[in-house]
């Protein structure tokens, strides 16, 4: 039987609404000593075997098709099934009774699991909200900042971020006559040095607010955003980092790259079902930082206002703590191992396969890569390279040979941009090297 959880005394604090249990600022203050963590009503899954990276995970853990070669996780992530299952078990415990869960029980568990999560990003808990994915964090903080803008400042930005970003930027000058200053990196780059060199020639005066990608989406390249900020703090500008790609496949600490701004999802290599993100804010800026939707918390602090963006599906943030266990289980570093080392030696086995180069020197990528495609699948006239020739071998690959994998028209070149987790092993990159030698023949 579940276990019932106690109503609060008449004394306690409301932070907003009717809800019984809405303490919300009191509980996330709370040091992990005078911490209450509220009693799962549920069984969750839990771990005990550990199974072999590769074919043995992907069985293990994993709800890939077996027919499929899969080394596109980069795109939207592939989730842990037992997360999957915890999802649908706290789905159907608030069913049972949904007051109950709703009214009295829900925000304690958000509360203990924004706890858990900042822990592993290495955070006050106090400086995190969960949201459903990088999308709307970008939109939360562009939107919020620009209204602190005087006329005649400007945004910076890469031509590495992420096309969704672009285009909010777009938005927010049209309304708001903001100038975009986008620099331009060109490949191949070796260094982080080189980044931060067009960085530092290129941000402006007059510049507010400069956004960068930790993983460009396109470009799969580590970027420096620890040097990036420090550099932008110096000059008197703030920082947002969209890290849609960094949680789980990076040792990411917010404390340590002290962004003003951090975003990441928590759905792509962190492997949590579909819906789930989380947006850091310093706490100088939070008095300023609004959601995009407006609720019972509004006023009543930074973690409430957040917290409860009216009834949705709550079930993915709370099947944090599953997929918590699970890589508490295999080990943190021993994942990011794998899962680099997989990604680098994939992309050395291909270089060979085809004679090709990649992207960016070898260390400057994580688990995904860039490979560019052999001369013989791309025009004879290299200048005219673009998406179109990119989506034709993508498709020969995904319809030909069941192999999910993006290819990228960069600069007048193609490359594929394979990805590893651990369901993946060096012979799922075999069959695309050899897929790829067979459309060259053909």
């Given at each position: 039987?579940?276990?019932?959880?106690?109503?609060?005394?008449?004394?306690?604090?409301?932070?907003?609404?009717?809800?019984?249990?809405?303490?919300v600022q009191e509980?996330?203050?709370?040091?992990?000593?005078?911490?209450?963590?509220?009693?799962?009503?549920?069984?969750?899954?839990?771990?005990?075997?550990?199974?072999?990276?590769?074919?043995?995970?992907?069985?293990?853990?994993?709800?890939?098709?077996?027919?499929?070669?899969?080394?596109?996780?980069?795109?939207?992530?592939?989730?842990?099934?037992?997360?999957?299952?915890?999802?649908?078990?706290?789905?159907?415990?608030?069913?049972?009774?949904?007051?109950?869960?709703?009214?009295?029980?829900?925000?304690?568990?958000?509360?203990?699991?924004?706890?858990?999560?900042?822990?592993?990003?290495?955070?006050?808990?106090?400086?995190?909200?969960?949201?459903?994915?990088?999308?709307?964090?970008?939109?939360?903080?562009?939107?919020?900042?620009?209204?602190?803008?005087?006329?005649?400042?400007?945004?910076?930005?890469?031509?590495?971020?992420?096309?969704?970003?672009?285009?909010?930027?777009?938005?927010?000058?049209?309304?708001?006559?903001?100038?975009?200053?986008?620099?331009?990196?060109?490949?191949?780059?070796?260094?982080?040095?080189?980044?931060?060199?067009?960085?530092?020639?290129?941000?402006?005066?007059?510049?507010?607010?400069?956004?960068?990608?930790?993983?460009?989406?396109?470009y799969g390249i580590?970027?420096?955003?620890?040097?990036?900020?420090?550099?932008?703090?110096?000059?008197?500008?703030?920082?947002?980092?969209?890290?849609?790609?960094?949680?789980?496949?990076?040792?990411?600490?917010?404390?340590?790259?002290?962004?003003?701004?951090?975003?990441?999802?928590?759905?792509?290599?962190?492997?949590?079902?579909?819906?789930?993100?989380?947006?850091?804010?310093?706490?100088?800026?939070?008095?300023?930082?609004?959601?995009?939707?407006?609720?019972?918390?509004?006023?009543?602090?930074?973690?409430?206002?957040?917290?409860?963006?009216?009834?949705?599906?709550?079930?993915?943030?709370?099947?944090?703590?599953?997929?918590?266990?699970?890589?508490?289980?295999?080990?943190?570093?021993?994942?990011?191992?794998?899962?680099?080392?997989?990604?680098?030696?994939?992309?050395?086995?291909?270089?060979?396969?085809?004679?090709?180069?990649?992207?960016?020197?070898?260390?400057?990528?994580?688990?995904?890569?860039?490979?560019?495609?052999?001369?013989?699948?791309?025009?004879?006239?290299?200048r005219s390279i673009?998406?179109?020739?990119?989506?034709?071998?993508?498709?020969?690959?995904?319809?030909?040979?069941?192999?999910?994998?993006?290819?990228?028209?960069?600069?007048?070149?193609?490359?594929?941009?394979?990805?590893?987790?651990?369901?993946?092993?060096?012979?799922?990159?075999?069959?695309?090297?050899?897929?790829?030698?067979?459309?060259?023949?053909?």
């Amino acid at each position: 039987m579940a276990q019932q959880q106690e109503r609060p005394s008449a004394g306690v604090r409301r932070d907003f609404g009717s809800f019984h249990s809405s303490n919300v600022q009191e509980l996330i203050a709370q040091n992990e000593t005078d911490s209450h963590h509220p009693p799962f009503p549920v069984g969750l899954p839990c771990f005990s075997e550990k199974a072999q990276y590769g074919k043995e995970t992907k069985e293990k853990h994993f709800l890939i098709e077996e027919n499929w070669t899969f080394i596109n996780h980069g795109a939207f992530g592939a989730v842990v099934k037992e997360a999957l299952q915890a999802a649908f078990v706290w789905q159907t415990y608030c069913e049972k009774q949904p007051l109950r869960f709703l009214d009295r029980e829900l925000l304690p568990h958000l509360v203990y699991v924004t706890k858990r999560l900042a822990k592993f990003v290495d955070a006050d808990p106090a400086d995190i909200v969960l949201l459903p994915n990088v999308t709307t964090g970008n939109s939360t903080v562009v939107k919020s900042v620009v209204k602190q803008f005087l006329p005649g400042n400007s945004i910076y930005t890469l031509n590495l971020a992420y096309g969704a970003t672009k285009k909010l930027l777009k938005q927010i000058s049209s309304e708001h006559n903001v100038h975009i200053e986008e620099a331009t990196v060109t490949f191949p780059v070796q260094t982080e040095e080189e980044i931060l060199s067009i960085v530092d020639k290129t941000l402006r005066d007059d510049t507010k607010l400069a956004i960068f990608d930790h993983i460009p989406s396109n470009y799969g390249i580590i970027l420096p955003v620890k040097k990036l900020v420090e550099l932008c703090h110096t000059r008197g500008i703030q920082v947002l980092i969209d890290g849609a790609h960094a949680l789980g496949s990076l040792d990411i600490s917010m404390r340590d790259i002290n962004a003003d701004y951090y975003v990441s999802n928590c759905h792509k290599w962190l492997c949590n079902p579909k819906g789930c993100a989380f947006l850091y804010v310093a706490k100088p800026h939070q008095q300023y930082i609004r959601p995009l939707v407006v609720s019972h918390g509004f006023g009543s602090g930074f973690s409430s206002e957040f917290i409860w963006a009216g009834l949705k599906d709550y079930s993915t943030q709370l099947a944090l703590h599953t997929v918590f266990d699970f890589w508490e289980h295999y080990g943190v570093q021993s994942i990011r191992q794998h899962i680099t080392s997989t990604a680098r030696a994939a992309g050395a086995l291909l270089q060979r396969a085809w004679g090709t180069s990649l992207l960016a020197g070898e260390n400057m990528f994580g688990p995904m890569v860039l490979v560019e495609l052999p001369s013989g699948i791309t025009p004879n006239d290299q200048r005219s390279i673009k998406y179109d020739h990119a989506e034709i071998v993508q498709n020969k690959l995904y319809h030909g040979f069941q192999i999910e994998v993006p290819v990228k028209a960069i600069q007048n070149k193609l490359y594929v941009r394979i990805s590893a987790h651990i369901y993946n092993d060096i012979g799922d990159y075999m069959r695309l090297a050899e897929a790829v030698n067979e459309l060259v023949k053909a």
